[in-house]
């Protein structure tokens, strides 16, 4: 999230005063386009909360929308999340793992009240963007933040390290005993020497085929 914040930051939105409309101003090569849009339209923004905070935010939020009556103008309230299964001794469990730590998307209609039922939520910082002109993020990015939230497929985490004896409990080596030469924590895959008639064979296991001793 903290590299895309970059992009979040090109625009800058004021208020027409004569007009009542909010404009972007956005700076490129040098050069600056004014693109309108109406003060009243829905767009996501992203919210920058304490760490560890997020559900906290998003709850908090959703309660102060129902009781201060904004759900007219504040619409969802996001934390993308991914499934990690951990392996610990032998038991499976499985656990929420932020994609963004420490942001909150929140899709509303930015005016002074919208703003001030957000930024004044207990554990937010601030808007992406400054003090008092948050900058919507772009649709497509939300799209795909989101998406890739509804679509993750699980990662497995095993508490293993390079030394460690595994037995194989699936595929052409199972009920093998190996020792582990190199671990791969991104893929959830290791390598393992194995002793096959007498020779050390190295084979490539995914953690979901082992079990540590």
Do not use: C
């Amino acid at each position: 999230m903290v590299e895309n914040e970059e992009n979040f930051l090109e625009n800058e939105d004021v208020i027409d005063e004569t007009t009542g409309e909010l404009e972007t101003v956005q700076e490129a090569t040098g050069t600056s386009t004014v693109k309108k849009a109406k003060k009243s339209e829905k767009r996501w923004y992203i919210v920058h909360t304490y760490s560890g905070y997020e559900n906290k935010v998003k709850s908090n939020l959703e309660k102060r929308i129902e009781y201060m009556n904004m759900s007219d103008k504040i619409f969802r309230v996001e934390v993308p999340q991914k499934t990690v299964t951990q392996i610990k001794g032998g038991k499976k469990q499985e656990k929420d793992e932020k994609i963004f730590p420490g942001y909150v998307l929140v899709e509303m209609i930015m005016d002074e009240d919208s703003w001030y039922v957000v930024r004044h939520t207990a554990g937010v910082t601030k808007f992406v963007g400054s003090a008092k002109k948050p900058i919507p993020a772009k649709d497509s990015e939300i799209k795909k933040i989101i998406n890739r939230a509804g679509s993750q497929t699980q990662k497995i985490e095993l508490d293993v390290k390079v030394g460690d004896k595994v037995r194989i409990t699936s595929g052409p080596f199972a009920e093998f005993i190996g020792d582990i030469t190199e671990v791969y924590p991104d893929k959830s895959k290791l390598r393992a020497n194995v002793s096959i008639f007498g020779r050390e064979t190295p084979v490539e296991l995914e953690y979901k085929q082992i079990q540590k001793i």
